[in-house]
Structure formats: structure tokens, C-alpha cells
């Protein structure tokens, strides 16, 4: 917008600069002052036309301005950015780092740090003694440190679009921003950066994994984009699903995924698309272990390192699926995608069947 706003508010400066581009192309006796200023005004009646038309375009055939005038649009449209979420517990420095890195991520309205430090205020006058900062923060306490925190749909969360993030996850800008436009396309789904399978056993009993080929079911939610419908869908769920996840302190992304596929199931029927699709990262790391804290064994190192976090999620599972009598709501999808310069394959929206199971 910066451009535009030099071109319609300020043509002597176009006049004298920029029609030193265009001088070469008159003749001499067009080079006198007089013809300059014509031609420098004409320049502007010219640009001012175009932009008016496209806007004059837009309001009455919305979405279709010009490409190349596409960038130069301002708008406020709650799809057109999205807010992140990072709930945090006893990682205040590793904390300042990250918000630091992602105030530079464009799209990004606001970022609601999930105060989980019970009893302490959280440090919102040292970060803005650090300020000014392009990207707002919201610090939101909790009464309570449950994972089911990051879920919850704050009325502060204007946008369509939610990042959530894990407070010991660094993802690079070019990552993110291709994460969201996936996400633009397919705003059902929960589009992620690390991807998960499950695998049906005997007698209704399911495990969740790492996938060993290209198929998978699950994105976890430390690192994914979905519409914010999905955080009331997730309050308003069985109090016995909130109650396992609270216990144990494991599966809410697991839940999540449920949560997405349901409501797919119930808006496209047989032919609904996988829940989750997955974005492989050119640039993405854990810092967990670079803090003060962690280094000398005293820090929070995460809850999937404890033991049997594994076999937790596919006890989880097990019981979610009971919760919904019987139903196992996740389906399978073989789609990645990734920033890189090589053709990746479509997705396609809704998905066939011969993905499911």
C-alpha cells in the first residue's frame, strides 16, 4: 500500500524521478519543462484510473482485482490473517525468544500466550520495555494448568484462521507462511507441520505412531493451523474426553483431530476429506533443551519425554472411540506438502474415499 499511497498523494514526486525512466522515448522539443509536467501528470491520471477501477471492480465482482494489483489491497476480512496461540509453563526465557522471532511473520493479527505459570503475573511490562512491536500480545492467566488451555475460544480471537504453537517450537517464516496459504485453501481441515498415524488392533484397541511411510491421520496440534470453530466444538465435548486428557495430561491434540473429522463427516458426508494434512518443514526446531533450566536438569523438558507417553495415546484413542459409541471418526491421507521449488501434488477438496478406512 505504501506504493499506491506515494502515487495518489504525492505526484511531484513521481514527476521529476520518474520521468527520467521515460525521457528517452520523447523528442527533443517534448523534453521542455512544460511537456514534463504533462506527461508526469498524465502518469498519475493514468495510475489513478487503474487503481480506481480495481477497486471500483472489487466492491461489485469481490475477488477479482487484477493479480498485480492484489498486493496493494487493505483489508480487514477475518480470513485474510490468523492468530497464534502458545500456551506456556516455566519457559519465560525461551518465552521472549520465540515471540521476538514471530513478530516478524506477516498475516499475524495477534498472539495469546496461554498463561499457565499458576501464581505468577506474567511479564507483560518487561516485554513491552523491549517494544515497540509489530505484532500485539495477549497475555491470557489460567486458573488451572490443563492442556485443554490451549483450546479454549477466547473472545479475543477475531480471525478464522488459529495457529497453535508449543512454547519450545521455533518454525521459520517461510514455513509458516506457506502453512497458512495451505491453510486458506482448505480451511476445514487442520493443516500441520508434524503428522501422526493410528493403527486398529484387536478387540477395538488402537495405537498412535510415528508414520513409517506416507501415509498418516493425525497432526499434532503443538503445531497447526485450523479454524477457530473447532475451539468452541472442543469445549462442548463429552466431559468424560476432558477429563481423561486432564488426568493424564496427554491426548488433547488427539482429541482435536477427532473433533475436525466429526464435523467433516457431518458437513460432507461419506465423501469427506482426512481431517489432517500435512506441511513438512524446510526449517523447524525444538529449544526445549537450550534454556538455563533445562540444561542443568531442572526444567520443564516437555511431557512427551515421561515415560510411556507413547502408550498413553494409544490408550487414549482406545477410550475416545468407546466415548463416541464405537465410532472411530480419523481417516487417512497421503498428501505432503512442502516450500521447495519441486512439484507437489494436489489436494484435492473433498477427498475420495479411497483414502479412508
Known amino acids: 500500500m505504501t506504493g499506491v499511497s506515494i502515487i495518489l498523494y504525492n505526484p511531484l ?134 492442556l485443554r488451555n490451549r483450546f479454549l475460544p477466547f473472545p479475543e480471537i477475531d480471525t478464522e484462521a488459529v495457529l497453535t504453537l508449543d512454547d519450545d517450537l521455533q518454525i521459520s517464516i517461510p514455513d509458516i507462511n506457506f502453512a497458512f496459504s495451505v491453510w486458506t485453501q482448505f480451511q476445514d481441515q487442520l493443516v500441520g507441520f508434524v503428522a501422526r498415524t493410528h493403527t486398529a488392533h484387536a478387540k477395538g484397541v488402537y495405537t498412535v505412531s510415528t508414520p513409517k511411510t506416507d501415509r498418516y491421520s493425525l497432526a499434532l496440534t503443538g503445531a497447526s493451523f485450523f479454524h477457530r470453530r473447532y475451539l468452541k466444538l472442543y469445549h462442548d465435548q463429552d466431559s468424560r474426553l476432558h477429563i481423561l486428557v486432564d488426568s493424564i495430561k496427554n491426548c488433547e491434540d488427539i ?39 533445562a540444561k542443568k536438569g531442572r526444567g520443564n523438558i516437555g511431557l512427551s519425554r515421561r515415560p510411556g507417553f507413547v502408550q498413553q495415546r494409544g490408550y487414549c484413542l482406545t477410550e475416545f472411540v468407546k466415548i463416541w459409541n464405537g465410532t472411530m471418526p480419523l481417516h487417512y491421507n497421503n498428501i505432503t506438502l512442502t516450500l521447495t521449488g519441486k512439484k507437489q501434488p494436489q489436494v484435492k477438496m473433498p477427498n475420495a474415499k479411497k483414502g479412508r478406512k
Not at 480470513?79 to 506456556?88: A, L, R, V
Not at 482429541?255 to 506441511?279: E, I, K, T
Request: one cysteine or more; a positive charge.
Open 13 to 146: 514526486y513521481i514527476g521529476p524521478h520518474w520521468f527520467k525512466g521515460f525521457e528517452k522515448w520523447l523528442s527533443p522539443q517534448d523534453r521542455m519543462p512544460s511537456k514534463k509536467l504533462k506527461f508526469s501528470s498524465l502518469l498519475v491520471l493514468v495510475v489513478v484510473a487503474i487503481c480506481f477501477y480495481a477497486w471500483m471492480d472489487d466492491l461489485i465482482n469481490p475477488g477479482s482485482v487484477p493479480h498485480a494489483l492484489q498486493r496493494f489491497k487493505s483489508s480487514n476480512k477475518a480470513n485474510e490473517s490468523f492468530t497464534m496461540i502458545m500456551p506456556t509453563f516455566d519457559r519465560t526465557e525461551l518465552l521472549f525468544d520465540l515471540l521476538k522471532h514471530y513478530q516478524a511473520v506477516p498475516y499475524l493479527k495477534q498472539i495469546i500466550i496461554v498463561w499457565q505459570n499458576i501464581g505468577q503475573k506474567p511479564p507483560l511490562e518487561l516485554w513491552e520495555s523491549l517494544g515497540p512491536h509489530l505484532v500485539p500480545i495477549l497475555f491470557k492467566e489460567q486458573t488451572q494448568n490443563l
Open 255 to 293: 482429541a482435536m483431530n477427532c473433533v475436525v473429522s466429526f464435523w467433516l463427516l457431518q458437513r460432507y458426508g461419506p465423501d469427506a476429506p482426512p481431517a489432517a494434512v500435512h506441511v513438512k518443514p524446510v526449517d523447524m526446531k525444538w529449544l526445549e533443551m537450550k534454556t538455563k533450566r
